[in-house]
């Protein structure tokens, strides 16, 4: 079965903290797919980051970075010197397989509502 | 300019009373998938169009319904609304296949109402 946990339900910290949102993953696949998604109040979610199950390598992309280790199934997001924009809903969510029909379905996790407080 | 559009923002509708949500791209993409998404819940696929192709989801309930008159529009029809059915739905597009490793465009959501 493919499950995607984001144990952390609400975090608020302070503008300018550093904070982590955490994600696990299960999957029997040995190639998926995982993503970062923020839910804003206006409600679309934006797309942040995807990462395939062959590149451990971290990322960082201006003040965002993730880490990813197969070790743990974990795939976690970190904010530093947050800001009152970063307040949304985070979902991390996970996709599988190949090019093989049937396996379209991007399983989410349930979020994880950040609060920055200014 | 947004590219994956949904009209309207807000949709209020009557125990049982059909209701028909729309969704728009402006992206091309060959994918067009609706998921429903319920308070402080993930987002739940209900089906998903590949091109012409309909799929849905095994646990979707037969009064949800899918159309896709051409690449650009695709609505959810809700047949027969329950008090269960007041949620958000999201509609989504990608280029090809999740499985390809593509990401998806969603639009702002549709929140509905059932009174």
């Known amino acids: 079965a493919q499950k995607v946990t984001q144990a952390q339900t609400e975090i608020s910290v302070v503008e300018k903290e550093d904070v982590t949102l955490d994600c696990v993953y299960e999957t029997r696949d040995t190639t998926y797919y995982l993503f970062w998604y923020k839910q804003p109040p206006s409600g679309e979610l934006v797309f942040l980051i995807r990462?395939?199950?062959?590149?451990?390598q971290n990322e960082i992309s201006g003040r965002y970075s993730w880490n990813f280790q197969k070790s743990t199934s974990s795939f976690n997001f970190t904010i530093t010197a947050s800001q009152v924009v970063d307040s949304a809903v985070y979902f991390c969510?996970?996709?599988?397989?190949?090019?093989?029909?049937?396996?379209?379905?991007?399983?989410f996790g349930t979020g994880t509502r950040l609060t920055i407080i200014p | 300019d947004a590219m994956v559009i949904q009209n309207p923002r807000y949709q209020v509708t009557q125990f049982g009373k059909p209701v028909t949500l729309s969704c728009s791209q402006t992206?091309?993409?060959?994918?067009m998938y609706w998921y429903q998404q319920k308070s402080s819940q993930a987002p739940k696929l209900l089906f998903h169009y590949y091109d012409k192709d309909f799929n849905n989801e095994a646990d979707t309930p037969d009064n949800f319904q899918s159309r896709r008159p051409n690449t650009s529009f695709c609505f959810l029809d809700i047949r027969s609304p329950g008090l269960g059915d007041a949620a958000m739905y999201l509609c989504?597009?990608?280029?090809?296949?999740?499985?390809?490793?593509?990401?998806?465009?969603f639009g702002s959501g549709t929140q509905l109402s059932v009174l």
């Open positions: 969510a996970l996709t599988w397989g190949l090019s093989n029909f049937g396996n379209e379905k991007l399983t």
């Open positions: 990462r395939n199950s062959f590149d451990e």
């Open positions: 989504a597009t990608s280029r090809d296949l999740m499985a390809t490793n593509e990401k998806l465009f």
């Open positions: 992206l091309n993409h060959n994918v």
